[in-house]
Each structure stands twice: as structure tokens, then as C-alpha cells.
């Protein structure tokens, strides 16, 4: 996905997600991280108002989704289940 180590685009990151899924359909791209096998999240959609703003939302779509799934890891660190995160 990048060049570069994740390590790179979010230090923060402490972890390598156990699987990142990239989902293309006709009308959208979706990305959906987790950080273990077993991992609860949710999803977020983001439907831009114009080009632009899609263009500028497409940009930071990884990386909006690495966070957010990295956010619910910490939160997720009481129970057995991972954290992950979908952003579509």
C-alpha cells in the first residue's frame, strides 16, 4: 500500500495489523484493518459532497483507517477481542 513502512506514516502505530482488506466496487473504495484474528471495530462511511472533497478524502483513506482501527485496539485491550475498523 505504501512504499514506505507504516512505521513511517504513523509512528503512533505501535503494532502490524494482522490483515489489511481492500474492497473496489463501482462506486466506492473501502479499506477494513484489524489488528488480530478475532477483532470488533465498526464502520465508517464517508460520502463526499463534491469531487474535490473526494479527492482530498481518497488521499487519507489508509491512513484514516489504520488510526481509527489502532484506536479501538487500546480501547479493546481489556477483552480477548482485537480491535479493526472499516472506512468506506
Do not use: T
Not at 505504501?2 to 489489511?20: E, K, W
Amino acid at each position: 500500500l505504501f512504499a514506505q513502512p507504516i512505521s513511517q506514516h504513523a509512528p503512533h502505530v505501535l503494532q502490524l495489523p494482522y490483515g489489511v482488506f481492500f474492497v473496489a466496487g463501482r462506486h466506492f473504495s473501502s479499506f477494513h484493518v484489524r489488528f488480530a484474528d478475532v477483532a470488533r471495530g465498526g464502520l465508517r462511511v464517508v460520502a463526499p459532497a463534491d469531487s474535490e472533497a473526494h479527492v482530498a478524502e481518497s488521499r487519507r483513506h489508509f491512513l484514516e483507517c489504520l488510526n481509527l482501527a489502532w484506536a479501538q485496539q487500546l480501547k479493546n485491550k481489556d477483552i480477548p477481542e482485537g480491535g479493526s475498523k472499516g472506512v468506506c
